[in-house]
């Protein structure tokens, strides 16, 4: 489409004069605008370049349903039977596992409480033992006493039928009496 030039400015010019600038108008835009030449290459790049694209783009979606298709119909099945089989004898694994488990837990348990009811037995024992061990020195230390408590009060009673007699009082008395008050402390 060729440009115009506008010739409304030389209204009152020579025809001869208005020929030639549109001849000079025309030449302008052949040399100097490229806008025709540029549409029609755009428009043929666009055009290659959406069929190039656009097969590339088919094949790769009929790669897309192959592949999806092939996982349809083989891959997926296999799959599920792959699983369901070996699932199964993964949980007849791990119930015989919580089995054992439940077993040995409750073997350990019987054991602890042998252990513990052992250990408490041993405990008592050695409890009522050492009950009657405190017990015998109680009457021992008080049997002793009971003695020392005789011996000091024959003492006494000596000493006293010493002072009613009027016997003098001699240093061997005073000494037995001093060895029977360091008995008592």
Known sequence: MEKKCRTDKWKGV???MLGGTEDICRIHARLFD???AFQGHANFFAKEFEE??????????DRVLEIVTNAKD???PETDTVFSDNLKVIAEKVGAAAATCQHILARQETRKSQFLETQREARQQAFEQFMQQQCFRSARI???F???IKLFN???DDLNDQLEKGVPFSSQT???FMALGKEFS
Do not use: A, M
């Open 52 to 61: 190039k694209r656009g097969d590339r783009e088919k094949l790769r979606l």
């Open 74 to 76: 083989h891959v997926l």
């Open 14 to 16: 020579s025809p001869f």
């Open 34 to 36: 490229h806008r025709p």
């Open 146 to 148: 009971d003695e020392n």
């Open 174 to 176: 005073y000494y037995k």
């Open 142 to 144: 008080d049997q002793q």
């Open 154 to 156: 024959s003492s006494y």
